[in-house]
């Protein structure tokens, strides 16, 4: 089983300054169709999770621009370039290459 | 607009079994894959099962697998999940979710309350 870990586990931030979150992967995530199954969700306070980012890099539809994914292989970073008050919540990496496996979630509030 | 909301979830005693289900709306049902992933109470996300459009590609976590059985009815835009052989550790919330062509996991329901215990 791949297994997704991810730090730090949580994560305190003053508004308007950037973060980021690692994840990295027990195997390679790079498909032999040439695409890397590597996702991120961010589920707020009270909500259900919502995708942020696929396939590394690609922001979902109405994803702010602020957000941004990289990496490759194993390991993978999530950037946020300016926090603001409404990206707290907990951050979730996932891999989709060998069914889907969630990293243990990031934790990320506002100072 | 896409909406998914899950419904069977409630209070079953260790050994018990329950049925969720899943109603969809606003898209063709019958053209995605579908998902359920958990959630136990302060803890994180875990993948449960996933089902193809036409029920062909069926897959479960290790942890369920022999006890749950995802199964869907295109007919009835409708997504179930059998729950059998309760443990304390299935107490959980679960969620629906839809899968598209490119990205997984892209649209979900607001979850329902399985709670196992005596």
């Known amino acids: 089983d791949i297994v997704m870990t991810q730090t730090p586990l949580s994560l305190s931030v003053t508004p308007g300054q950037p973060a980021s979150i690692s994840c990295k992967s027990s195997?390679?995530?790079?498909?032999?169709?040439?695409?890397?199954?590597l996702y991120w969700y961010l589920q707020k306070p009270g909500q259900s999770p919502q995708l942020l980012i696929y396939?590394?890099?690609s922001r979902f539809s109405g994803v702010p621009d602020r957000f941004s994914g990289s990496g490759s292989g194993t390991d993978f970073t999530l950037k946020i370039s300016r926090v603001e008050a409404e990206d707290v919540g907990v951050y979730y990496c996932m891999q989709g290459i060998h069914l889907r496996t969630f990293g243990q979630g990031t934790k990320v509030e506002i100072k | 607009e896409v909406q998914l909301v899950e419904s069977g979830g409630g209070l079953v005693k260790p050994g018990g079994s329950l049925r969720l289900s899943c109603a969809a709306s606003?898209?063709?049902?019958?053209?995605?894959?579908m998902n359920w992933v958990r959630q136990a109470p302060g803890k994180g996300l875990e993948w449960v099962s996933s089902i193809s459009s036409s029920s062909s590609y069926i897959y479960y976590a290790d942890s369920v697998k022999g006890r749950f059985t995802i199964s869907r009815d295109n007919a009835k835009n409708s997504l179930y999940l059998q729950m059998n052989s309760l443990r304390a550790e299935d107490t959980a919330v679960y969620y629906c979710?839809?899968?598209?062509?490119?990205?997984?996991?892209?649209?979900w329901g607001q979850g329902t309350l399985v709670t196992v215990s005596s």
């Open positions: 195997q390679s995530l790079l498909h032999s169709d040439g695409k890397t199954y």
């Open positions: 396939e590394v890099s």
């Open positions: 979710a839809r899968d598209s062509p490119i990205v997984v996991l892209n649209y």
């Open positions: 606003g898209f063709t049902f019958s053209s995605y894959s």
